[in-house]
């Protein structure tokens, strides 16, 4: 059996007090339970709506701000998606000096292609073996 709502309580009670009043027949008195009856009834549903109202104006609050939230990461994500830039494919490479020919046909250092094609940054160092090679005389300290 389903439970029993404020609302559906208080409006059995209007009903029988209206049935009630419909009665000519009534006594002062009965007409004063009946109507005390309707007010009592009458103010437990003001009390439920205000409740609600302001449940309304919370989950309100909460949902501006949930969408604000969404609307945030989504700009976030549709910038991170605009910063993304991938190689891919074959780059046409020197074999000699690693230049790498661009979409123009002109021949770019490789840090320069890849910097402007990428997010990629550089930062250049020497190898052991570049650094036996070129200086056969420098003793790496230990």
């Not at 008195?29 to 009856?37: F, N, R, S, V």
């Not at 439920?48 to 302001?54: G, I, M, R, S, V």
Request: a neutral charge.
């Amino acid at each position: 059996m389903p439970k029993e709502t404020i609302f559906n309580k208080e409006n059995s009670v209007l009903k029988s007090a209206k049935e009630t009043l419909a009665n000519e027949n009534l006594s002062p008195e009965l007409i004063k339970d009946e109507l005390e009856k309707v007010v009592k009834a009458f103010e437990k549903l003001l009390k439920e709506n205000e409740k609600l109202t302001k449940l309304g104006d919370i989950m309100d609050r909460k949902l501006f701000a949930y969408k604000e939230e969404i609307e945030t990461k989504k700009n976030s994500l549709e910038e991170a998606i605009g910063k993304i830039r991938q190689l891919e494919g074959i780059l046409p490479i020197c074999a000699s000096c690693k230049k790498i020919r661009n979409e123009e046909n002109n021949w770019q250092q490789m840090e320069v292609y890849i910097s402007a094609h990428s997010e990629a940054d550089f930062s250049h160092g020497i190898c052991p073996d570049c650094t036996t090679r070129l200086y056969p005389n420098f003793k790496p300290k230990k």
